[in-house]
């Protein structure tokens, strides 16, 4: 079984290089950020042309959600993530697919900081780290994937030195994350890659992609009945050189069946 992440950075200004995408790599399920698209936009029936059934959370111009699977139809636990109902926010949808329990996730960027939206990305990661806490501890395996706009040591950016003040790479935005990983969960690409240097971003300013002037900031995040499954791992760095590619690349993860 083959799981993957990807921020699209607009589903439908992407669509080609999704369906490529999914074509080539031939995920069976798949966690997509940043669809830029409100609920009724959502192309629906081009996905289900090509194998994948939905549920997604749109929302017009920012954010959204969606996890796409050809291998049954995603079942819906939430579509909030607990913490605030006044947050309207599309960043967080969760749903059982093939006995595999999925959130999918997409955190705030939190620039400039300090500030308000800095204030925002923490207070949503404590209510992540509150949720994720009642998620280890099920007995069902359970990914969370997605783009968590972390950054979470010098080995995952391109000269660290210039991020120091960056929301993505601040003390606190990491000590978030820390936190969460002393819940117990496995960080897969680290854990299966430690040594090497891979990204998951490239800005599309100064010929980032070309000069591997990237971060690592899409994750799985995985708990123990998943990591005992785990067969391998990677990053599609190839798909961001693609014409018209959103600026992340997708990440993926296979396991036994």
Known sequence: MKIATYNVNGI???LN???????EASPDIVCLQELKAPQEKFP???LLDLGYSALWSGQKSWNGV????RIGKPIEIRRILPGDTDDLHSRYLEAAVNGIVVGCLYTPNGNPAPGPKFDYKLAWMARLIIHAQTLIDLKAPVVLAGDYNVIPTDKDVYK???WLDDALFRPETRKAFNKLMDQGWIDVIRQQHQDEIIYTFWDYFRNAYARNAGLRIDHFLVNNRIKKRLLDSGVDQHVRGWEKSSDHAPVWLTLKS
């Open 12 to 14: 439908n200004a992407r």
């Open 17 to 23: 290089v999704l369906s490529r995408w999914l074509q």
């Open 160 to 162: 660290p030195e210039r």
């Open 66 to 69: 969606a996890i796409l699977s």
């Open 44 to 46: 629906e029936n081009i």
